[in-house]
């Protein structure tokens, strides 16, 4: 009989944030992304340094040396196209630190769109190029194959896993919301609803949350989590069940939860409490799938995501603006593509990450506060408008440099 | 004079009108003493003296404008606890500035710009026993923009318009108003109009096509460019503006809508333009100034002043000087002085819609609005509105109310 395992899995991943683009730049500036004020919070490369020292650095310091030190220890990791980029060029050390990672044999790489973005709800065809542009940018950087899938926010759905399938991932990743699971346990390994040979595994949110959302939130009644406790509830939860996955964003360790807040010492310590049991173990992705058999079908047939309360995808597409902004640049894509202009196909599918539309969310309540604190935006509405000047230039490009595409739309 | 503000320390309008108003009648022989709130150097003006009433900087810097009067409520109960801040203070002090001037000068006539300075008038008036002429350029209905507007300022108007011996109103509709809301009898009113210098627009301006280079790309494909140029706040009724382009946009897509302006409405219009599906086919520049608020009137074919309650319009004559063809709506005091224009009633979506579809697909309805209105608005001058002013003046005779 196979160990009891908890496959840990973390999202790693920088969006280009638009600077402060306005209706006078359109046209004649066709820099999006680069803020030249040093200061500023769309400036990408002082916001990847930043999180780069608060997070990658020491986190990716403790996983080598959880790695070194536990042979037992393992991690799962989806790195986005739009971060290797950053990375390699603003912070190198930080991509070797993930190339040794890597190297260890112990690290796998999930697989997702390139630019972290929702054109598998737009266009199939867009969303293969950047899963393809994915598996390519994996393969140049860290020499491995990806063959475990998961969408932009963890979105999924039904046809989201046979999509997977027929691409010929054998796993896929979902949020194991309970809505939907019923009576069910997220800590199985499920067969989606219309395939045979891919699995599907399931974020058990409530032990996932604790760390990213909760772990230092003193209002919480359970603050401040203990290893002791923690460990209490991760066996409480895996009783006569074989897994419990922990997805979370990296960036959980250190910039979300800050290192004072003693999250690093509390990940150390878990993991050598759990594996000083015998029967214990962590499983990479693929590893989880293979060790285990799906116990049942599962079926999601309206997209369900990891984020908020409602666990859709309201907070990108939910207002008016947002699905504005992601109309007009999936509208552009035939005639982008076509033009064959790889600086400005490139700077498009930048303004496809999911990230720009999540800054127009106004959704202000108890949701909301988590919005504000990942803007770097003064209001949705600003983010709104810089968007919408940022796709008027493309359209300026596509017009004046390939004569495709009217100015207007 | 008693004004409030006089450019470049203005937050709109009135510092023009009063500016203009002023040189006008220096230029005719009339010796002016312009009474401000504030102290800043209006080092560009010879002709005629400007008193500063108080040592505070400029207003707008507290964030008074001259439009708005919501904030007494909220500030006028702190009198003295904050010293200089609310503006009820300022007017306090204004007044008594104004009250030691009357005591120890001698002049003809007083001539006071809106509520703000009509209780500095009163006194003047009370201790000099001059005639005392109220200049409305807005009423508290007019700021209001539909709402009830704040009680204090209408008292204070009703006064100064009780006691004034002539009222100047900028426009017919301004006269109604104080007619009708303040029963002031119609006889005592004369609208005065207020007018553009042109000679005022920088001389070394030139257009280059840069500043809106996108908009100018959308013209090369043949669109029509809207444009409102203001504060983006209730009164101007850009809400309606907005819908009425989205409905023109369902039987013509070439219009774009340029609203260049900044103001706590602006959030709203974006969302609303993104409600009705149009987002792309307005552009927000924000608050500008200088070549970028010039290059804006240029840039535009279509002028729309979509107003619900508008004293006078001055952006309007300005709209007409850089060519563009105007639309007006009815609650605007500047379309009585113009006829080559569209008119609208301010709700009046279709209406409107009809009227910017008809201009942006008729080339010839639209050279014919922008040559006639170019002759119409060239014919009012500062000039003629200062000799308006100066036979009140000397036919004007106190009316004994002090007495």
């Given at each position: 009989m196979s160990k009891r395992g908890i496959t840990l899995y973390l999202h790693v991943h920088q969006p280009y944030r638009v600077r402060n683009y306005t209706v006078f730049d359109a046209?004649?500036?066709?820099?999006?992304?680069?803020?030249?004020?040093?200061?500023?919070?769309?400036n990408n490369e002082r916001i990847l340094n930043k999180v780069a020292d608060k997070s990658y650095r020491p986190m990716n310091a403790l996983l080598e040396k959880l790695l070194a030190t536990h042979p037992d220890f393992k991690v799962s990791l989806s790195i986005t196209g739009t971060f290797i980029e950053q990375a390699e060029a603003w912070a190198p050390d930080v991509l070797e630190s993930f190339k040794r990672l890597v190297n260890t044999g112990r690290v796998e790489i999930v697989s997702e769109t390139y630019y972290h973005s929702l054109a598998f709800f737009y266009s199939r065809t867009e969303f293969e190029r950047q899963v393809e542009a994915h598996k390519a940018k994996v393969r140049e950087v860290f020499g491995v194959e990806t063959s475990v899938f998961r969408n932009t926010e963890l979105s999924y759905n039904d046809e989201l896993a046979q999509w997977a399938e027929q691409y010929g991932f054998k796993g896929v990743l979902a949020e194991g919301w309970d809505p939907v699971l019923e009576w069910r346990s997220p800590n199985f390994v499920y067969s989606p609803e219309g395939t045979e040979n891919i699995s599907l595994l399931l974020k058990n949110y409530k032990l996932s949350d604790d760390l990213?959302?909760?772990?230092?939130?003193?209002?919480?009644?359970?603050?401040?989590?203990?290893v002791d406790k923690y460990n209490s509830w991760i066996e409480a939860s895996i009783q006569d069940q074989p897994l419990i996955n922990l997805f979370m964003d990296?960036?959980?360790?250190?910039?979300?939860?800050?290192e004072d807040t003693g999250i690093f010492t509390f990940f150390e310590e878990f993991v050598e409490r759990w594996l000083s049991n015998p029967d214990n173990t962590f499983y990479t992705v693929s590893e989880a799938i293979e060790a285990h058999k799906p116990v049942g079908k599962l079926s999601m047939p309206y997209t369900v995501t990891w984020?908020?309360?409602?666990?859709?995808l309201t907070a990108w597409l939910g207002n008016s603006m947002q699905q504005e902004a992601m109309r007009h640049i999936y509208s552009m894509e035939d005639d982008i593509v076509r033009s064959g202009d790889g600086e400005l196909i490139a700077d498009w599918r930048k303004l496809q990450t999911s990230d720009h539309a999540y800054y127009m969310c106004?959704?202000?309540?108890t949701d909301g506060d988590v919005h504000a604190y990942f803007?770097?935006?003064?209001?949705p509405y600003d983010a709104f408008l810089y968007y919408l000047n940022a796709i008027r230039d493309v359209r300026w490009r596509l017009h004046e440099d390939h004569k495709t595409g009217g100015l207007g739309g | 004079m008693l004004g409030w503000e006089l450019p470049p320390h203005n937050s709109g309008g009135l510092g023009v009108a009063c500016y203009h108003l002023s040189k006008a009648l220096a230029l005719k022989g009339t010796s002016i003493d312009f009474v401000v709130p504030y102290s800043a150097?209006?080092?560009?003006?010879?002709?005629m003296n400007v008193h500063h009433a108080?040592?505070?900087?400029?207003?707008h810097k507290f964030g008074?404008?001259?439009?708005?009067?919501?904030?007494i409520a909220q500030t006028i109960n702190r009198d003295g606890v904050q010293?200089?801040?609310?503006i009820r203070d300022i007017q306090a002090q204004y007044g008594r500035f104004v009250e030691d001037f009357a005591q120890n000068n001698d002049f003809d006539a007083i001539h006071a710009h809106d509520w703000l300075t009509m209780e500095a008038g009163m006194k003047a008036k009370e201790i000099s026993n001059k005639p005392l002429i109220v200049h409305v350029h807005a009423t508290e209905f007019d700021r209001a923009g539909g709402s009830t507007g704040n009680p204090l300022v209408h008292e204070i108007e009703y006064q100064g318009l009780i006691m004034a011996d002539r009222i100047f109103a900028v426009s017919e509709i301004t006269k109604q108003i104080i007619v009708?809301?303040?029963?002031?009898?119609?006889?005592?009113i004369e609208v005065v109009y207020n007018a553009i210098d042109?000679?005022?627009?920088?001389?070394?301006y030139r257009y280059d096509?840069?500043?809106?280079r996108y908009l100018e790309g959308l013209k090369q494909e043949g669109y029509t460019v809207i444009s409102a140029i203001t504060r983006?706040?209730?009164?101007?009724g850009l809400g309606n503006l907005v819908r009425a382009l989205a409905r023109a946009v369902e039987k013509y897509d070439r219009i774009v809508l340029l609203l260049a302006g900044d103001g706590e409405q602006r959030d709203e219009l974006i969302q609303l333009a993104s409600d009705l599906g149009i987002s792309d086919k307005v552009f927000f520049t924000g608050f500008v100034r200088g070549k970028q608020w010039r290059d804006a009137y240029i840039v535009s074919d279509i002028f729309v002043?979509?107003?619900?309650?508008?004293?006078?319009?001055?952006t309007a004559l300005e709209a007409a000087h850089h060519d563009n063809a105007l639309i007006i709506t009815k609650?605007?005091?500047v379309g009585e002085v113009l006829h080559s224009i569209f008119r609208y009633d301010f709700w009046d979506v279709d209406r409107l819609a009809d009227q910017l579809v008809g201009i942006a697909t008729s080339p010839a309805l639209k050279e014919s609005l922008r040559r006639n209105v170019t002759n119409e608005y060239a014919r009012i001058s500062w000039y003629d509105v200062a000799h308006q002013c100066m036979s009140a003046y000397s036919s004007v005779r106190p009316v004994e109310v002090f007495a």
């Open positions: 046209s004649i500036d066709h820099n999006y992304f680069n803020d030249t004020d040093s200061q500023s919070n769309h990213a959302f909760r772990f230092s939130n003193r209002a919480w009644e359970e603050w401040p989590l203990t990296y960036e959980t360790f250190g910039e979300h939860q800050w984020a908020d309360s409602e666990r859709d106004t959704k202000w309540f803007s770097p935006y003064s209001s | 150097p209006h080092d560009d003006i010879d002709f108080t040592s505070l900087s400029p207003l008074m404008g001259a439009y708005d009067s919501s904030f010293g200089l801040t609310s009708e809301r303040y029963n002031i009898p119609a006889d005592k042109t000679l005022s627009f920088d001389a070394n096509g840069r500043t809106y983006l706040t209730i009164q101007k002043l979509s107003s619900i309650s508008e004293p006078f319009g001055l609650q605007s005091g």
